[in-house]
């Protein structure tokens, strides 16, 4: 299935799949994944409630939704999205960080760090980094060192994963430079890269 590029014109190739096939939840996802992109944060949700509804058995494999839940600032469904989704994925990093997140703004930092779950065996080095992090056992530059080590995408997200850090910690001048440079500075072809664009718009950084 060939898409072009523009998101715009993306969702209205997923607008015209929904309305020949309005029972296919996996066009729902794809639907509510570009809507996420186009910060249409509460319309994603929608999409990815509708695909749930269609076929439950998406439900621990909806990790955008958890996103989009963050940015809706419903944190308590973020936590839940996240549990869940760790019960067919443990050793994920992203996941794991993610629901720190949601309980850091939920019921605060300290919370967070006391229930981070353990990860062992997460393949890509910059994310065992990020999680050493999290869990305080390394320092910011030790993981701008790691990421800097693995090129673009090592350094993209080294940056994100910081300015997360410190959007948690409420040091929000140090979570703007760190996600502005991740947005600006090291794009890459992933669906992380559009939610550091998404998460700079929604703020208001330049």
């Excluded at 309980?103 to 760090?113: C, D, K, P, T």
């Excluded at 080590?149 to 997360?164: A, D, I, P, R, T």
């Amino acid at each position: 299935m060939f898409f072009s590029n523009s998101l715009e014109n993306q969702l209205q190739q997923w607008n015209d799949i929904i309305r020949s096939q309005p029972n296919n939840p996996k066009a729902y996802v794809r639907r509510g994944m570009v809507k996420f992109q186009l910060a249409k944060i509460d319309e994603s949700i929608q999409d990815f409630d509708t695909a749930e509804k269609l076929d439950n058995r998406l439900t621990p494999y909806l990790w955008q939704r958890g996103l989009s839940y963050y940015y809706a600032a419903r944190f308590a469904e973020g936590t839940q999205q996240f549990e869940i989704d760790l019960t067919v994925n443990a050793q994920d990093v992203e996941e794991t960080v993610w629901r720190y997140l949601c309980i850091a703004r939920l019921s605060g930092v300290e919370q967070a760090r006391n229930s981070l779950l353990t990860v062992k065996n997460d393949p890509r080095r910059i994310m065992r980094s990020v999680y050493d992090l999290y869990a305080v056992n390394c320092t910011p530059d030790d993981v701008l060192n790691v990421g800097k080590s693995e090129g673009v995408k090592g350094n993209f997200y080294s940056h994100l994963y910081l300015g997360l850090y410190y959007e948690a910690e409420n040091n929000l001048d140090l979570a703007q430079e760190y996600i502005v440079k991740a947005a600006d500075n090291y794009k890459i072809d992933d669906y992380m890269w559009y939610l550091a664009q998404v998460h700079k718009n929604l703020r208001k950084w330049s």
